[in-house]
Nanobody
Framework: QAQLVESGGGLVQPGGSLRLSCAAS????????MGWYRQAPGKQRELVAT???????NYADSVKGRFTISRDNAKNTVYLQMNGLKPEDTAVYYC???????????????WGQGTQVAVSS
């Protein structure tokens, strides 16, 4: 089996920065797109940013110019650098990845357990 493990959340003041990491582990044949989603209290989960295996990126309009997604394919890890954080960025952040565990088997969506990001003075 495989799993995604996130780290890097915490409490930060407005304008501050945080870096989230998410490592995929287990018996993995290949990894497709990876991304970050977030869910604030009382709201639906929303896309923050995604990155393909080739490095193409996509961002929610609300984080463009402030957040940067990147990945290290050798380490099966995706990162989210968050700068200029605002109180409205407060949410649980979830890592997502398309994992193919076996050759000739289709990839499946995997989710991390979530990491809390709180932006407050």
């Amino acid at each position: 089996q495989a799993q995604l493990v996130e780290s890097g959340g915490g409490l930060v003041q407005p304008g501050g920065s945080l870096r989230l990491s998410c490592a995929a582990s287990g018996s993995i044949f290949s990894i497709g797109s990876m991304g970050w989603y977030r869910q604030a209290p009382g709201k639906q989960r929303e896309l923050v940013a995604t990155i393909t295996s080739g490095g193409s990126t996509n961002y929610a309009d609300s984080v463009k110019g402030r957040f940067t997604i990147s990945r290290d394919n050798a380490k099966n890890t995706v990162y989210l650098q968050m700068n200029g954080l605002k109180p409205e960025d407060t949410a649980v952040y979830y890592c997502n990845a398309e994992l193919q565990l076996r050759l000739r088997r289709p990839p499946s969506d995997y989710w991390g357990q979530g990491t809390q990001v709180a932006v407050s003075s």
